[in-house]
């Protein structure tokens, strides 16, 4: 079984920063592309950012510039930095790993950020 366990959620003010982790147990994450959705109240789950490799990165246009994906194959470890939050950053924020063969599909509990003064 795979399992994916986000942590780094918070309440912080705009203009400032948080970094989100997601490890996974039960695999390991060379076989996988993953990435960081969110979703809002009232909209839908978005992708904010993915990752193949280190040198294969996409980022959602909203969120350019200020959030960083990265991972750590051998901690099992995807993050997600974010800088510059905006109060419209309020989501929460979903891990997921997809397998480049397989397909299989896995995801995290969710954490929650808001960005409020």
């Known amino acids: 079984q795979v399992h994916l366990v986000e942590s780094g959620g918070g309440l912080v003010q705009p203009g400032g920063s948080l970094r989100l982790s997601c490890t996974a147990s039960g695999t390991v994450f060379g076989f996988y592309g993953l990435g960081w959705y969110r979703q809002a109240p009232g909209k839908q789950r978005e992708l904010v950012a993915s990752i193949m490799n280190a040198d294969n990165t996409n980022y959602a246009d909203s969120v350019k510039g200020r959030f960083t994906i990265s991972r750590d194959n051998a901690k099992n470890t995807v993050y997600l930095q974010m800088n510059s939050l905006k109060p419209e950053d309020t989501a929460v924020y979903y891990c997921?790993?997809?397998?480049?063969?397989?397909?299989?599909?896995?995801w995290g509990q969710g954490t929650q950020l808001t960005v409020s003064s």
């Open positions: 997921s790993a997809h397998h480049r063969i397989t397909t299989e599909d896995y």
